[in-house]
């Protein structure tokens, strides 16, 4: 399957959807089934001690798979979590930016799941791992 939405499509569709949050995250890489994608991390997104909160968090790991799957089926802006669960495995690096690897592991036509493994920018383990499934709006 083809890719339907490129970086530029997806970046200038978070901008157009949801200009509330789209200067917080940066499309780094699309691929099939595959994106990658930053917090561009702000004081708004941390915690007392200075590291990113989990609520930030979760939102990059929703962000990332919500853009994954647009990349794969084009702006459907109604497509919506219906699941996350998220391991926090390590504090983040006080400010640092954190970059989120999401992978597609099924796209269906009416749902779809997707991981993602967040890191640290500069960092060499994961702070937080999450799975999330989307409902798909029907065509």
Same mark, same amino acid.
């Given at each position: 399957?083809?890719?339907?939405?490129?970086?530029d499509?997806l970046?200038?569709?978070?901008?157009?959807?949801?200009?509330?949050?789209?200067?917080?995250?940066?499309?780094?890489?699309?691929?099939?089934?595959?994106?990658?994608?930053?917090?561009?991390t702000?004081?708004r997104?941390?915690?007392?001690?200075?590291t990113?909160?989990?609520?930030?968090m979760?939102?990059?790991?929703d962000?990332?798979?919500?853009?994954?799957?647009?990349?794969?089926?084009?702006?459907?802006?109604?497509?919506?979590?219906?699941?996350?669960?998220?391991?926090?495995m390590?504090?983040?690096?006080?400010g640092a930016?954190?970059?989120?690897?999401c992978r597609?592991l099924?796209? %269906?036509?009416?749902?779809?799941? %997707?991981?993602v493994?967040?890191?640290?920018?500069?960092?060499?383990?994961?702070?937080?791992?999450?799975?999330?499934?989307y409902?798909?709006?029907?065509?």
């Open positions: 399957m083809a890719l339907k939405m490129a970086r499509d970046t200038e569709f978070l901008a157009a959807e949801f200009p509330q949050v789209a200067q917080d995250f940066v499309i780094e890489d699309v691929a099939e089934n595959r994106i990658r994608v930053r917090l561009a702000q004081d997104h941390l915690r007392p001690g200075g990113v909160s989990g609520p930030s979760f939102a990059l790991a962000v990332g798979v919500y853009l994954a799957i647009l990349a794969m089926i084009g702006p459907k802006a109604l497509a919506v979590t219906t699941n996350c669960s998220i391991d926090f390590r504090k983040p690096a006080a930016d954190l970059i989120a690897e597609l099924k796209l %269906g036509r009416v749902l779809a799941v %997707g991981e493994l967040m890191m640290s920018e500069g960092g060499d383990a994961p702070v937080a791992r999450a799975s999330l499934t409902s798909i709006p029907p065509e």
